[in-house]
């Protein structure tokens, strides 16, 4: 049996997480053991008895033990400060990206939009 060696790891390592989980969509996975996650949620408006959609990025440490892409659907959990800018750590990952959305995004973009005839000039 191999022994993972990840220290900043909330499974693996002794890395003690704390307060607010959240779910999210990794926006960004580019950076070494690092990504940003978008979190959706809701807020009321009161005075206009309403909701109104609003998303965040978080900055989350991504241990060794686990490989995530952008669009994968994870669970990341607040922790101490892993770096300047990073104080949550992912949990587990709930959903990878299929690549069929990413190409039927792409042909989308590319599909034109029909034109609007002029109605009642003439």
């Known amino acids: 049996m191999t022994q993972i060696e990840c220290t900043l790891c909330p499974v693996?390592?002794?890395?003690?997480?704390?307060?607010?989980?959240?779910?999210?969509?990794?926006?960004?996975?580019?950076?070494?053991?690092?990504?940003?996650?978008?979190?959706?949620?809701?807020?009321?408006?009161?005075?206009?008895?309403?909701?109104e959609k609003l998303r965040s990025k978080i900055h989350a440490h991504v241990p060794e033990c686990m490989a995530v892409a952008e669009g994968d659907v994870v669970e990341i959990a607040e922790c101490r400060k892993v770096s300047k800018t990073k104080a949550h750590v992912v949990v587990k990952i709930v959903s990878k990206a299929s690549g069929a959305?990413?190409?039927?995004?792409?042909?989308a973009a590319k599909r034109k939009k029909p034109s609007r005839k002029s109605a009642g000039k003439g």
């Open 101 to 107: 959305f990413e190409e039927e995004s792409v042909h």
């Open 12 to 51: 693996h390592g002794s890395l003690r997480t704390r307060g607010m989980t959240f779910k999210g969509t990794i926006a960004s996975a580019r950076a070494p053991k690092t990504a940003v996650i978008e979190v959706q949620y809701l807020r009321r408006v009161p005075k206009y008895e309403r909701y």
